[in-house]
């Protein structure tokens, strides 16, 4: 979040450093034009800065567009551990499955929960907290659950832990 509005604050001091600049050469050069002649190297400087300013806006948007690209595959790996997850809570015995189905809903609300309330960063910090609890209520119940069945903890659970972990990637900056 500070990056964005470091982001901000250096492209509004260039937009009004150039408009100052270009305030600054309108008078120097209406003062230099009762002088001499008036379109004496104004086109040059014209499109000179109309490609500084097409550059800048370039770079702006390439950027823009791969830190989109990179959330957006955060969360697609974070849908698919998740996935995952669930789908490998078939593993666990018949007793320990609705609970933990249940656990996964919750989870899957409050991360849901956390994208809708994302422009408010308190709430969607709130959500995020949830999430974490629910998380941990997760581990324990999947650790317990398997404890009996080795061959189930050793898949069960690295599936439960990549889920954890696609969180941490995806929101690691965000709650500071």
């Not at 004496?40 to 702006?60: K, P, T």
């Not at 324990?140 to 080795?150: F, L």
Request: overall charge positive.
């Amino acid at each position: 979040m500070k990056c964005v509005w470091i982001t901000i604050t250096l492209s509004i001091g260039l937009f009004v450093g150039m408009i100052g600049c270009l305030e600054v050469g309108y008078r120097w050069g209406q003062r230099r034009a009762r002088k001499a002649d008036p379109q004496e190297g104004v086109a040059a400087i014209d499109a000179a800065v109309f490609a500084l300013l097409g550059l800048l806006l370039g770079f702006s948007f390439a950027a823009a567009a791969s830190r989109l690209e990179a959330r957006r595959e955060l969360i697609v790996q974070e849908a698919n551990a998740i996935g995952t997850a669930y789908l490998r809570l078939d593993l666990l015995p018949d007793a320990a499955r609705p609970d933990l189905r249940q656990l996964f809903r919750e989870y899957l609300d409050t991360r849901l929960g956390v994208y809708q309330k994302l422009p408010d960063i308190g709430a969607a910090s709130a959500e995020l907290a949830s999430a974490a609890k629910i998380q941990q209520r997760i581990w324990s119940q999947a650790v317990a659950a398997s404890r009996s069945d080795p061959t189930t903890a050793k898949l069960l659970l690295p599936a439960v832990n990549e889920m954890i972990e696609a969180r941490r990637d995806h929101f690691g900056n965000f709650v500071r």
